[in-house]
């Protein structure tokens, strides 16, 4: 079993930053591909990028590439979503999801755990 604990949420004005934190838990965290979606309200759950088990080859969605960085360290079991110069189309729950069969990918049927979600709110 995987828990994944999401933190660093809240109310940010447009322009600023926020950095969420996915803490999991079990030994075996570091080979398992771990991503970050989002829902806004009335909208489906999105991919906003992902990340493999070593740190390497992000991928970003066309809406915040540029703009935010998946980053993970496997010493302390957590992976990192820096989200730079936010917009109010931004707002969301944002929801960090793992994969302990390997796959990865920005589909959601590819992740078997996943987070709480931790509220994003992006003023104007």
């Known amino acids: 079993q995987v828990q994944l604990v999401e933190s660093g949420g809240g109310l940010v004005q447009a322009g600023g930053s926020v950095r969420l934190s996915c803490a999991a838990s079990?030994?075996?965290?570091?080979?398992?591909?771990m991503a970050w979606f989002r829902q806004a309200p009335g909208k489906e759950r999105d991919i906003v990028a992902t990340?493999?088990?070593?740190?390497?080859?992000?991928y970003y969605s066309d809406s915040v590439k540029g703009r935010f960085t998946i980053s993970r360290d496997n010493d302390k079991n957590t992976v990192y979503l820096q989200m730079d110069s936010l917009k109010p189309g931004d707002t969301a729950v944002y929801y960090c999801?793992?994969?302990?069969?390997?796959?990865?990918?920005?589909?959601?049927?590819?992740?078997?755990?996943w987070g709480h979600g931790t509220q994003v709110t992006v003023s104007s």
């Open positions: 079990g030994r075996t965290f570091s080979i398992y591909p």
């Open positions: 999801a793992a994969d302990s069969r390997g796959w990865g990918g920005v589909f959601l049927s590819s992740y078997n755990y």
């Open positions: 990340i493999n088990r070593n740190g390497g080859s992000p």
